[in-house]
Each structure stands twice: as structure tokens, then as C-alpha cells.
């Protein structure tokens, strides 16, 4: 296996990784401090046919954001796995995670905005 630390200092593998996490980390936060707790229920999807079409508690609008720091954990390892064979491959699946983590993102934003 290719070191992980080479793996981590190269442009191409370190800064997606990193935005990818700011990004969730800003998903993650903004959630936290604009969802209201104490409510019942949380509005948690819409759609443009059927309206709000998932309603549920409110701790439910984080399984994106844990979601999405699945797919970027995962796809780094698999990233570093493959870095040494296949390194196209492996920068792919790294920027795969952060547009990931910008979809997450503007979930969050969608979501806030049905609910206050």
C-alpha cells in the first residue's frame, strides 16, 4: 500500500478531502444552529409535485450529513487503496466526495429553508 501520509500531502488527494470536510463541517453546523429542537416535527423533504412529502423529528435532518461523511471516509480509503495501481482513479473518487459534500450542503440549505 502507498503511504498514507504521501497520500494525504498530494495537492490533488488533500485539498477535495478538505474542502469536502469544511463543507460537511459547515452543513453539520448550520443545521445545528438553525433547525429549532424543540419542535415535534421537522419538515424534512419536498418535492415540487406532492409539497412536503417527509415530516419526522428533528434530529432526522443530520442522517445527510452523516451520510455524506460515509461517502467521504469511504472514499478516501478506497482512494488511498488504489492510489498506488490506479491514481486517476483515486483523484476521482476524492472529488467525487466533495461534490458530495456540496450536494449535502445545499440539502442543508433546502431544508432550513422549509423549516423556518
Keep these: 500500500m502507498y503511504p498514507l501520509r504521501l497520500y494525504m500531502r498530494h495537492p490533488a488527494t488533500f485539498l477535495p478531502l ?3 470536510l469544511f463543507l460537511n463541517l459547515a452543513a453539520w453546523g ?3 444552529f438553525a433547525i429549532p429542537r424543540g419542535s415535534e416535527q421537522t419538515f424534512l ?3 415540487v409535485f406532492f409539497g412536503i412529502d417527509d415530516v419526522g423529528p428533528w434530529h432526522r435532518v443530520f442522517f445527510a450529513p452523516l451520510g455524506g461523511i460515509a461517502v467521504l471516509f ?3 480509503v478506497l482512494g488511498w487503496m488504489l492510489y ?3 491514481t486517476f482513479m483515486a483523484h476521482v473518487l476524492v472529488a467525487m466526495a466533495a461534490l458530495v459534500q456540496a450536494l449535502v450542503l445545499v440539502n442543508a440549505t433546502l431544508v432550513i429553508a422549509l423549516n423556518v
Design 18 to 20: 478538505a474542502a469536502g
Design 30 to 32: 448550520w443545521l445545528l
Design 45 to 47: 423533504h419536498y418535492t
Design 74 to 76: 469511504v472514499n478516501a
Design 84 to 86: 498506488k495501481r490506479e
